[in-house]
């Protein structure tokens, strides 16, 4: 579903985005942007992992350079973590394109404890120059084959307008979000291969 720019931020004012109903106009949720100022802009993966390994209330936007980021690493431990009971942290994924490869770290995003969002202002995917047509902006490329992203019994996490993929020798057996806590999908594209499926809700809500 697209979002409506009611404002745009900038560093004097707040932004605001709106999610009406096409038929009614009703406004089914508001997302208040903070000033540009007050933003957190990252434009390689370690600063987006130290920005989130900081917790607290933020909004991080992505700004890699030509929006493409491969993260080609041999790192353990180096996943995307949040990891703060008192987080509240927003990822305006900004029309940027994220993929990891490693071999050793299970995850691409971890939520396990404090809230995420990762948001996109709408559901068109990212067209990449590259392939002429490309539709996932955050994949995870791993031999252990788990997951995109996993949520903890005291994590939260909220996907919108989110194209996600795993791809591995394993990739096939496991699921796109794994989650014991808090989940909440509003849109977008999850892609599993086989029988596998790719949202698996443990526990939680």
């Avoid at 995850?107 to 068109?124: A, D």
């Amino acid at each position: 579903e697209n979002w409506t720019g009611v404002n745009q931020a900038n560093a004097s004012k707040e932004g605001e985005y709106v999610k009406e109903c096409s038929t009614c106009s009703y406004v089914m949720e508001r997302i208040t942007v903070p000033k540009t100022g007050e933003q957190t802009v990252v434009t390689t993966y370690d600063e987006l992992r130290d920005a989130l390994a900081k917790g607290g209330k933020q909004w991080i936007t992505l700004d890699f350079p030509t929006k493409f980021c491969d993260q080609k690493d041999f790192n353990s431990k180096y996943t995307l973590r949040v990891d703060d009971p008192e987080a509240d942290i927003t990822i305006d994924l900004n029309n940027c394109f994220l993929n990891r490869t490693t071999s050793y770290d299970k995850y691409l995003f971890e939520v396990i404890q404090g809230s995420l969002r990762i948001w996109q202002k709408n559901g068109n995917g990212i067209d990449d120059e590259r392939t002429g047509s490309f539709t996932n902006n955050l994949t995870l490329y791993n031999a252990n084959g788990k997951s995109v992203f996993y949520v903890g019994e005291s994590g939260s996490l909220t996907l919108t307008n989110v194209y996600a993929l795993a791809v591995g020798e394993y990739a096939c057996s496991f699921p796109i979000v794994k989650s014991y806590g808090n989940l909440r999908i509003d849109s977008g594209i999850y892609k599993s291969f086989v029988a596998t499926p790719a949202v698996e809700v443990r526990s939680g809500n």
